[in-house]
């Protein structure tokens, strides 16, 4: 993997143990989305464990998701069919064994969030279910509507603060993932609150960091999506795979000016038509399954539509839709487009695709195992097959559960014999010869960049761009010694952005949410398979 000259750096900061101050922790969860929050409560029923959030309990993907969990719920869907669905979408390249455990463990999961007083929208007294695109049936579960993720994300967290066994540590920015001589997790530093670095050491490590989003200009993700476990993994060691493999989400809100904010796919789902510019349904001309199509599909259609009628956006046509239902049905959206005075009984949505959900990560066995000894991964910072080329929607709060409890049953497994031990560490960082770029022009710089070359369509000489500029800004960032999260931040979104460029140019061909215009076919001979990268 080519980082030789810009990326050598083991640890963002100087460490020495001597004069820092110190933690310990049988097992330790940096991370507190749906995959974090589980593997805590997991891991809680048989050790002490230390939840680190970077921001506070509620800032994550998961509290942002307004989509629902997928699983099968009703006795008219099966296993086999989910499996299939997740199957298919996946491109060729999803772990058959890894989609048959989540799909069949996800039921049970599910049932015991809802004892654990998530409030699930219900019909007749059972948790209603819906349909979206690239699902052969409806097994979508909601909460409060359009705000599933912050429904899930409140019944864990009220959980959590009430398990004396683990230790809940907000605003706490873990920096770098620290390793023994044995290529082992031995714990982490970072920054507390204060500003003061701390050493948490720990008998078993679980990374639960979330996703990359904000590596793109347009995104739904929230400000804290900056690929950190991704960075901090990578400086391990550790194996990353599926880096090429970014989800964009076909619809989010598009104001000129504001923020983006996703719509979710529930709409169309439940019978919303996308539109061009003058009006035209165009769906069908690109998929059959027309506005149901994968995300994949319906992003690139969209895109097409824009670049070939010059517009910036499209619209979702809900003006069929009964108002009232809407807004007792999707109220996080209905608040939002009244906040842009946009009137869905009569006026269309614009939308446009936005970078979603990273389904690349930190490679992870059957157990949530690492190359790593002593470190586990789950949720949208790790790979574990299940999604292989394309995530199904609704598929990743269903991922966290499953491979959340079981990070947190392997993390147990191995405390007993590998008690947090003090290891004493002194680490310099050479002063940097070279001048210092602006961190936050470097940032909105990198996301344009990302967005333009590295985005939904991709061919050859962009990328090689792309990685040219990012090599440059890393020669320039990377030597740096930064004392708070943004510049630190800022290393971590060049470090991936750069292994995303160089993943997306090696796959020489298109499959699943990975679209090259110069290899517009899917290769089966030559990459049916995973691109796996390490830190040489």
Same mark, same amino acid.
């Given at each position: 993997?080519?980082?030789?000259?810009?990326?050598?750096?083991?640890?963002?900061?100087?460490?020495?143990?001597?004069?820092?101050?110190?933690?310990?922790?049988?097992?330790?969860?940096?991370?507190?989305?749906?995959?974090?929050?589980?593997?805590?409560?997991?891991?809680?029923?048989?050790?002490?464990?230390?939840?680190?959030?970077?921001?506070?309990?509620?800032?994550?993907?998961?509290?942002?998701?307004?989509?629902?969990?997928?699983? &099968?719920?009703? %006795?008219?869907?099966?296993?086999?069919?989910?499996?299939?669905?997740?199957?298919?979408?996946?491109? /060729?390249?999803?772990?058959?064994?890894? &989609?048959?455990?989540?799909?069949?463990?996800?039921?049970?999961?599910?049932?015991?969030?809802?004892?654990?007083?998530?409030?699930?929208?219900?019909?007749?007294?059972?948790?209603?279910?819906?349909?979206?695109?690239?699902?052969?049936?409806?097994?979508?579960?909601?909460?409060?509507?359009?705000?599933?993720?912050?429904?899930?994300?409140?019944?864990?967290?009220?959980? &959590?603060?009430?398990?004396?066994?683990?230790?809940? !540590?907000?605003?706490?920015?873990?920096?770098?993932?620290?390793?023994?001589? %044995?290529?082992?997790?031995?714990?982490?530093?970072? +920054?507390?609150?204060?500003?003061?670095? +701390?050493?948490?050491?720990? /008998?078993?490590?679980?990374?639960?960091?979330?996703?990359?989003?904000?590596?793109?200009?347009?995104?739904?993700?929230?400000?804290?999506?900056?690929?950190?476990?991704?960075?901090?993994?990578?400086?391990?060691?550790?194996?990353?795979?599926?880096?090429?493999?970014?989800?964009?989400?076909?619809?989010?809100?598009?104001?000129?000016?504001?923020?983006?904010?996703?719509?979710?796919?529930?709409?169309?789902?439940?019978?919303?038509?996308?539109?061009?510019?003058?009006?035209?349904?165009?769906?069908?001309?690109?998929?059959?399954?027309?506005?149901?199509?994968?995300?994949?599909?319906?992003?690139?259609?969209?895109?097409?539509?824009?670049? %070939?009628?010059?517009?910036?956006? !499209?619209?979702?046509?809900?003006?069929?839709?009964?108002?009232?239902?809407?807004?007792?049905?999707?109220?996080?959206?209905?608040?939002?487009?009244?906040?842009?005075?946009?009137?869905?009984?009569?006026?269309?949505?614009?939308?446009?695709?936005?970078?979603?959900?990273?389904?690349?990560?930190? %490679?992870?066995?059957?157990?949530?195992?690492?190359?790593?000894?002593?470190?586990?991964?789950?949720?949208?910072?790790?790979?574990?097959?299940?999604?292989?080329?394309?995530?199904?929607?609704?598929?990743?709060?269903?991922?966290?559960?499953?491979?959340?409890?079981?990070?947190?049953?392997?993390?147990?497994?191995?405390?007993? /014999?590998?008690?947090?031990?003090?290891?004493?560490?002194?680490?310099?960082?050479?002063?940097?010869?070279?001048?210092?770029?602006?961190?936050?022009?470097?940032?909105?710089?990198?996301?344009?960049?990302?967005?333009?070359?590295?985005?939904?369509?991709?061919?050859?000489?962009?990328?090689?761009?792309?990685?040219?500029?990012?090599?440059?800004?890393?020669?320039?960032?990377?030597?740096? &010694?930064?004392?708070?999260?943004?510049?630190?931040?800022?290393?971590?979104?060049?470090?991936?952005?750069?292994?995303?460029?160089?993943?997306?140019?090696?796959?020489?061909?298109?499959?699943?949410?990975?679209?090259?215009?110069?290899?517009?076919?899917?290769?089966?001979?030559?990459?049916?398979?995973?691109?796996?990268?390490?830190?040489?």
């Amino acid at each position: 993997m080519p980082t030789k000259q810009a990326d050598t750096r083991r640890y963002l900061v100087p460490i020495n143990t001597a004069s820092t101050q110190q933690l310990f922790t049988d097992c330790l969860v940096i991370g507190a989305g749906i995959a974090g929050l589980r593997a805590a409560l997991e891991a809680a029923q048989d050790c002490n464990v230390t939840l680190l959030c970077k921001g506070t309990l509620s800032d994550s993907n998961t509290w942002n998701a307004q989509g629902g969990v997928a699983s &099968v719920l009703a %006795k008219t869907d099966s296993f086999e069919a989910h499996i299939a669905d997740t199957l298919k979408t996946g491109g /060729g390249i999803a772990d058959t064994a890894v &989609v048959e455990r989540v799909i069949k463990e996800g039921p049970a999961l599910v049932r015991q969030l809802d004892e654990w007083g998530t409030s699930f929208d219900r019909v007749d007294g059972q948790i209603d279910i819906t349909r979206e695109g690239g699902h052969c049936h409806a097994r979508i579960a909601h909460a409060h509507g359009d705000s599933t993720g912050r429904g899930i994300a409140e019944s864990l967290i009220r959980r &959590v603060r009430e398990v004396s066994t683990i230790n809940i !540590v907000e605003n706490f920015y873990a920096i770098d993932l620290l390793t023994d001589k %044995k290529n082992e997790c031995i714990g982490v530093i970072g +920054q507390r609150p204060s500003g003061s670095l +701390q050493i948490i050491w720990a /008998g078993a490590t679980l990374l639960a960091t979330g996703g990359a989003g904000r590596l793109y200009r347009e995104t739904t993700n929230p400000e804290c999506a900056t690929a950190d476990g991704l960075g901090m993994a990578w400086r391990a060691g550790a194996v990353l795979r599926d880096m090429e493999f970014m989800q964009f989400h076909p619809t989010t809100l598009y104001i000129a000016g504001a923020s983006r904010a996703l719509v979710t796919e529930t709409l169309r789902g439940e019978g919303a038509i996308l539109r061009d510019g003058d009006g035209e349904p165009f769906m069908k001309e690109y998929d059959p399954a027309g506005e149901l199509a994968p995300r994949d599909v319906v992003s690139r259609a969209i895109l097409d539509r824009m670049l %070939k009628t010059g517009a910036t956006h !499209v619209y979702l046509d809900i003006c069929h839709f009964d108002k009232r239902h809407f807004q007792r049905r999707f109220p996080l959206i209905s608040e939002l487009c009244e906040s842009f005075d946009i009137d869905v009984s009569k006026d269309l949505i614009p939308v446009r695709p936005s970078a979603h959900y990273m389904i690349g990560g930190v %490679k992870a066995d059957k157990d949530a195992a690492t190359n790593i000894g002593r470190l586990f991964v789950c949720g949208e910072v790790a790979s574990t097959g299940l999604h292989g080329a394309n995530r199904l929607g609704s598929n990743s709060l269903l991922e966290g559960l499953v491979f959340g409890k079981i990070a947190g049953q392997s993390a147990v497994s191995i405390v007993n /014999g590998a008690k947090p031990q003090y290891y004493p560490m002194e680490v310099a960082v050479p002063p940097s010869d070279r001048s210092r770029l602006d961190a936050e022009d470097v940032r909105n710089s990198l996301r344009a960049l990302m967005w333009r070359n590295v985005g939904i369509t991709r061919q050859q000489t962009p990328l090689n761009e792309a990685a040219e500029i990012i090599t440059f800004w890393q020669r320039y960032v990377m030597d740096k &010694v930064f004392t708070a999260p943004f510049g630190w931040e800022c290393q971590n979104m060049l470090t991936v952005a750069r292994l995303m460029a160089h993943a997306a140019n090696e796959r020489k061909e298109s499959r699943g949410v990975h679209y090259r215009q110069d290899y517009k076919e899917r290769d089966n001979k030559n990459f049916a398979k995973h691109i796996e990268l390490k830190r040489e």
